[in-house]
């Protein structure tokens, strides 16, 4: 009975929680104000990233809701959101996020919950409305269709969609990009040759590619040879303007498919050096140059931060870091759970600086570096989202953290897209359990308040 009762208290605390939050916030922090508002329950046994996409008036949140089911909403700013289920439900895989865009019609096209599975496509019949989202069981071929893993989807230039998304398993995949034609509401294969060959030994872990503010798409990623994460190497770099032709940094063609040795190397770091896909990342500096991040083993074994830019057509790596006695040794496989640490893209300051910011366990650290010699000139603790977030975050998840004593991430991620009518950013935020190598916890802990908060410069 004492169960009984207490389960009951702990559902109408829910209740009550979910409506105190469906009001605003706001911050009263002179620099920042920030609106939130709840979404949905969702599920929160791991961690599984969901996507928000704003394009003018338009917003969306893809998710998976607290039974694992993906999960589509649509907003006009300002208005209430209208949601619709698709048919497609998530195992313990922390790889299987879901993404979405808008072609240049208004149709939204969403991908996901794929890691080496075969496709999860749904495609709006109408535009903007998401309850007239469909499978779509094919893209060009369904045979090369069953092992789809890391979807991502850009719009080139002509505001054409493209989706790019690795065929094959890890230390053994290919790289597909397709083009989606609006008129024949058809995709087709956007290069002849295959993008990318490992030849049988090795794969490619893609950042991007990603717009530069000179228009063109620039692609970093590094080489991994097996399912082990330990032995990724060789950061490479390669760029385009219409992301059909590629060259190197120095506008030298380069022929698909792209393999080992034919790849610009921007820093040659061994398998087990340190480095690991997913924490390489590019910016720009004044000139629009792009500048990369990545981190390594330093010669005494400890990790370090660095930054690369090319000087006199030659790729240049300066450490930024000067960590002693720290040493992230990571390996195995399936996900690894919360990274011990995580660069961020270069960011411009001012006319001679650019900055850094860098996830060092619990702490967010901003290195300043002089824009010339990319030398460190500070480092100084910061906040990586608006502080209020994790406030707003913390008070409406304070129940599902009281409800178990296993540990729970908080997570905050920035939506894609356009900014709020205000200039502001839209960052979504939730709580998990943390990854556990892909396979199931033992406790499946109570669903997560998804939180969206819009925030004010």
């Known amino acids: 009975m004492k169960l009984i009762n207490a389960l009951m208290t702990f559902h109408i605390l829910v209740a009550i929680s979910l409506w105190l939050l469906s009001s605003t916030f706001e911050s009263h922090a002179s620099e920042q104000i920030v609106h939130s508002e709840a979404i949905d329950n969702v599920w929160s046994a791991h961690r599984i990233k969901p996507f928000l996409l704003t394009r003018g008036e338009h917003q969306f949140v893809a998710y998976f809701d607290a039974n694992r089911q993906m999960t589509v909403a649509h907003r006009m700013l300002g208005k209430p959101w209208r949601f619709y289920k698709v048919d497609s439900y998530l195992g313990w895989d922390s790889h299987n996020y879901v993404t979405m865009e808008l072609d240049k019609t208004g149709h939204l096209h969403v991908l996901g919950n794929m890691h080496s599975d075969p496709i999860e496509y749904f495609r709006t019949t109408e535009p903007f409305q998401v309850r007239s989202l469909q499978r779509v069981n094919k893209m060009v071929d369904k045979i090369v269709e069953k092992r789809m893993t890391y979807p991502v989807l850009i719009l080139n230039k002509e505001n054409e969609l493209i989706v790019k998304y690795r065929d094959g398993g890890s230390g053994n995949g290919n790289e597909i990009y397709n083009i989606y034609d609006t008129k024949s509401k058809r995709w087709s294969k956007l290069h002849q040759n295959q993008f990318l060959d490992g030849e049988g030994k090795m794969s490619g872990y893609f950042e991007g590619p990603i717009k530069g503010p000179e228009g063109n798409f620039h692609l970093i990623w590094v080489w991994r040879n097996t399912p082990n994460s330990a032995t990724n190497h060789s950061l490479s770099y390669a760029k385009s303007k219409d992301l059909v032709n590629w060259t190197d940094s120095n506008d030298q063609p380069i022929s698909l498919p792209i393999t080992l040795d034919k790849t610009e190397i921007v820093a ?34 400890n990790t370090q931060i660095y930054v690369a830019r090319k000087q006199n057509k030659i790729w240049k790596s300066h450490q930024i870091s000067q960590w002693q006695d720290f040493r992230w040794d990571f390996g195995g496989h399936g996900s690894l759970g919360k990274f011990l640490v995580k660069p961020y893209a270069v960011q411009i300051v001012d006319d001679k600086k650019l900055s850094v910011k860098v996830r060092k366990k619990d702490d967010i650290l901003r290195f300043v570096l002089d824009s010339e010699t990319l030398q ?3 480092v100084e603790k910061v906040n990586l989202y608006p502080p209020r977030i994790s406030e707003i975050s913390q008070v409406s998840n304070r129940l599902l953290e009281n409800s178990t004593d296993l540990p729970l991430e908080q997570h905050v991620l920035k939506g894609v897209g356009d900014s709020s009518p205000s200039g502001g950013s839209y960052y979504l935020s939730w709580v998990s359990q943390p990854g556990n190598r892909d396979r199931a916890h033992v406790f499946i802990s109570s669903p997560s308040v998804l939180l969206l908060h819009e925030s004010k410069e």
């Open 268 to 301: 040659p770091v061994p398998p087990f050096g340190g480095m690991i896909n997913g924490n390489v990342k590019i910016g720009f500096d004044q000139g629009g140059n792009p500048v990369v991040t990545y981190h390594k083993y330093d010669e005494d074994g």
């Open 376 to 378: 460190t000139l500070s």
